[in-house]
């Protein structure tokens, strides 16, 4: 049954990917969405069997290696941990899905089978990566996304900044792979075995956290969360991510913020065993996942894309979930995960449907007053924006209450109130920046179309975003030419914005009402909730057969929990009224500040400049010395030259010796005689 | 008394006579010619050296080297022929064609 799970979509892609070019629209999306729906459904009645018996479900597809001591079936486990993934992915999947058939109808016939039949192939992939009970098929998935992630940013690859941001991608993310990798040799090396339950059971009979000290578990740890910080774009690989948006926008709501980024908090989660063993390895997760949010946040801010600022939300918001794992708060970090899921994929969905109606236009600085234009999405957005800032009682504001609550009372390590700190700053900023979002798109009055008076002077000086700005200004109506290419012209002007069509708006308003009450799995004791979430997910994080400890000590201070919610729900009702007042309110003040710390809001707005110093420090030294040293140094200097040498010292040294023949057969006579001679003058006088 | 070294004398006089000949003349003709005294020089030598030893081997070879002599001056000449109707000479330096 469980491999049904992933096969449905798989088979999907197979079709979509061998007929779609002969099939309508209609049967091929149709057919990709069964699969996704079925595989939800299957899904269902998998995660139903686990949850009425308590136990984990697996079944082995087939011997995948043997070779020694070495076995790896082809198997999948259910899990507590894989059962909330597995839903998340194929339901939210599905409404995605459903999403791309009204998104994407004005591709031709056979774009839109291709982005289905990859979009099919995602789930697969994405499936068993979370489904996989040893690190090797954990690691196919893994792998697989990567590729998906890969093909569909660069969807549109006849657009250069698509393709480049593809590649991007694509070269960020082996960097973490090969993280990945290592971390498997030293965990099988260690321990002799790949399954993840048995590396678990290994481990915690073997070590302690004291005993484990610095050695093994924490390099393993270490090269696995390099793993996940390149998969969940944390520093220092995020850079790929904001570069991501170039997809097509139901694709960055599926890949980009509901579930491919999330894979390497699931990582964590599935490791939680060997990460408890590693405190020096938790603090690092903590102190990374913390910088990031704050890094993101800032850079959210100030951006003028609206995909680009729900990209540094959700790397942002992958920090917090990085936070709460590095504090030892898995079951929060998952719960973060899971409503994340819903209200970011509705926002990028909402964002989506904006695009839409604008055929193509990006910029927040052209858009405003969609609210009555756009009342569908309008009010769905505003449900996300509310449930991502925190305000309860929507998902949000629980699960970011949790992992801030959690922060605060663990103990370790030793700087968690800088930790709880800068998270609550980042809770702040994330109530700015997304109602900013929402003021500029939807409030006030539709601003110019044109590009702004000196874009030069505001945009980023990098190559990629400038590429990605000038298209954007320059040419808002053709910039997705092959997506809307006739609807185009007729909606350049705002004459006629529409709602969203008939599938689009359907997953939106699931979303919105899953974003409203998604959170309610996880209601914390403090307020009379029974934080079921938290007794569900537990399991999964301790090694077979250990006892659960009760963390009764954790709900000691319910009043201090209290207090810290109020904080966190003023705070975040403090920075919607800031954004109000700069981008509602008062527009001009919004310029003044920036006129006054022109200096920061230029680092902010050039993303700190890291996409130019990885290029100085990184790109260009690595193709000086492939150009220099590799290409023309060895390639063409020594391996070139060593072929080229032999063919010239031969062909030297034949125009020589070709001078013998010289055809004339009174030579050829002489040389014979000569020859006789000196043969038998040999024998003769020795 | 004639012995075997007079022999031996007058093939090594008739064999250097047909070497320079084959070096010196300028006509294919006269090389052929050159070539067959060679080859009689040494009939003479196996003849000789079988007298000398009392078998007949020596003169069994020479009946061999006779007739591929034979065969030898037939195809030689057809060459010759071949080739003079060509480029109307016969010398052999007009014929330095098959080389670098």
Known sequence: ?686 | MITLNHYLILSALLFAIGTAGVFLRRNLITMLLSIEIMLNAVNLTFVAVGRYLGTVDGQIITFFVMTVAAAEAAVGLALVIALFRHRETLSPDAFTALKW
């Open chain 1, 1 to 686: 049954m469980l491999i049904l799970i992933p096969l449905l979509p798989f088979i999907g892609f197979v079709v979509n990917a061998f007929l779609g070019k002969r099939l309508p629209k209609s049967i091929s999306g149709g057919l990709a969405c069964a699969a996704i729906v079925g595989s939800f459904a299957v899904a269902l009645a998998a995660v139903w069997s686990v949850v009425s018996s308590h136990h984990a479900m697996e079944q082995t597809a087939f011997t995948w290696i043997t070779s020694g001591e070495l076995s790896i079936p082809f198997a999948f486990r259910l899990d507590n941990l894989s059962s909330l993934m597995i839903l998340v992915i194929t339901g939210i999947g599905s409404l995605i899905h459903i999403y791309s058939t009204g998104y994407m109808h004005d591709e031709p016939d056979s774009e839109y089978a291709r982005y289905f039949s990859y979009l099919n192939l995602f789930a697969a992939f994405m499936l068993v990566l979370v489904l996989g009970a040893s690190f090797p098929v954990m690691f196919v998935g893994w792998e697989g996304v990567g590729l998906c992630s890969y093909l569909l940013i660069g969807f549109w690859f006849k657009k250069k900044s698509a393709s480049d941001a593809g590649k991007k991608a694509f070269v960020v993310n082996r960097v973490g792979d090969f993280g990945f990798i290592l971390a498997m040799l030293i965990i099988f090396v260690t321990f002799g075995t790949l399954d993840i339950q048995a590396v678990a059971a290994a481990a915690h009979s073997t070590y302690t956290p004291e005993t484990a000290g610095i050695g093994v578990i924490t390099a393993a740890t270490l090269l696995l969360f390099l793993g996940a910080t390149g998969k969940s774009a944390q520093i220092p690989l995020y850079v790929w991510l904001p570069d991501a948006m170039e997809g097509p926008t139901p694709v960055s709501a599926l890949i980009h913020a509901a579930t491919m980024v999330t894979a390497g908090v699931y990582l964590i989660g599935r490791c939680a065993v060997l990460f408890s063993l590693a405190p020096i390895t938790l603090a690092v997760v903590a102190a990374i996942g913390t910088a990031t949010a704050l890094m993101a946040g800032t850079i959210g801010l100030v951006q003028n894309d609206i995909k680009r600022v729900l990209a540094y939300s959700t790397v942002s918001q992958l920090g917090y979930m990085f936070l709460a794992m590095g504090v030892g708060a898995y079951a929060a970090g998952i719960f973060h995960l899971y409503t994340h899921a819903f209200f970011k994929a509705l926002l990028f969905l909402g964002s989506g449907a904006v695009i839409h109606a604008l055929a193509g236009e990006q910029d927040l600085r052209n858009m405003g007053g969609l609210k009555k234009h756009l009342p569908i999405t309008y009010w769905t957005f505003l449900i996300g924006a509310l449930a991502i800032a925190g305000i309860p009682p929507l998902a949000g504001f629980f699960s970011k209450d949790e992992i801030l609550w959690r922060t605060y009372s663990t103990e370790w390590p030793a700087f968690h109130l800088l930790l709880y700190g800068v998270g609550i700053l980042t809770a702040f900023l994330t109530a700015t920046y997304m109602f900013r979002l929402v003021f500029m798109a939807f409030h006030g009055e539709r601003r110019h179309e044109a590009p702004p008076a000196h874009p030069e002077e505001e945009e980023p000086v990098a190559h990629a975003a400038a590429a990605h700005a000038a298209s954007a200004h320059v040419a808002p109506s053709t910039k997705h030419g092959t997506q809307h290419a006739a609807p185009s012209t007729q909606h350049a002007h705002g004459a006629h914005i529409h709602d969203a069509p008939p599938a689009m708006a359907f997953a939106l308003i699931v979303l919105a009402m899953g974003s409203v009450l998604a959170g309610f799995i996880g209601v914390p004791h403090a307020i009379g909730g029974n934080n079921w979430i938290e007794t569900f997910l537990e399991p999964a994080f301790l090694a077979p057969g250990a006892v659960h400890e009760a963390a009764e000590a954790v709900h000691a201070g319910a009043s201090v929990e209290l207090m810290l919610m109020g904080l966190s729900v003023g705070l975040a009702a403090a920075g919607i009224g800031l954004a109000s007042y700069f981008w509602l309110r008062n527009p001009a003040a919004s310029a003044a500040w920036a006129q006054r710390f022109s200096g920061i809001h230029r680092l902010l707005l050039n993303k700190y400049y890291v996409d130019e110093l990885y290029d100085a420090a990184i790109v260009q030294p690595i193709k000086g010395i492939s150009t220099g040293g590799l290409w023309k140094g060895v390639d063409a200097g020594g391996i070139d030259f060593a072929v080229n040498g032999v063919g010239l010292g031969v062909r030297g040294s034949s125009s020589l010796l070709r001078r013998l023949q010289t055809g004339s057969i009174r030579v050829y006579a002489a040389s014979l005689f000569a020859g006789a001679v000196v043969v038998l003058g040999y024998y003769l006088w020795r």
